[in-house]
């Protein structure tokens, strides 16, 4: 599967953006889906999953709140609403995929995330 992540962009502090994840190559429904993110000088991190079914979803404590996953498996895409977005969210935004045969499975651990997007920008000024 190919995932082309887009939507980033500059925002003002307590804005918002929706990020999306396209998928193509094959069906999405197939994988469970991920948000991680890579800020200047620091590690990759992860900020939020979702399992095949949509049915299970796991945050970071730092978005917890602010940030909502969905998918629509029927148009390929993975979304990411973020809400009151503060500057230590600045980041470029990478989706990922688990391939998985469990519908439930929700996974933060980068090594399980074997597909990934190209990353899209997300800047957020204070």
């Known amino acids: 599967v190919q995932l082309q992540a887009s939507g980033g962009g500059l925002v003002q502090a307590g804005g918002s953006l929706r990020l999306s994840c396209t998928a193509s190559?094959?069906?999405?429904?197939?994988?469970?889906m991920g948000w991680f993110r890579q800020a200047p000088g620091k590690e990759r991190e992860f900020v939020v999953g979702?399992?095949?079914?949509?049915?299970?979803?796991y945050y970071a404590d730092s978005v917890k709140g602010r940030f909502t996953i969905s998918r629509d498996n029927a148009r390929n895409q993975v979304y990411l609403q973020m809400n009151s977005l503060i500057p230590e969210d600045t980041a470029v935004y990478y989706c990922?995929?688990?391939?998985?045969?469990?519908?439930?499975?929700?996974?933060?651990?980068?090594?399980?995330?074997?597909?990934w997007g190209q990353g899209t920008q997300v800047t957020v000024s204070s």
């Open positions: 190559g094959r069906t999405v429904s197939a994988y469970a």
């Open positions: 979702i399992s095949r079914s949509g049915g299970s979803t």
């Open positions: 990922a995929a688990d391939y998985t045969t469990t519908l439930k499975r929700v996974t933060s651990r980068e090594l399980d995330y074997g597909y």
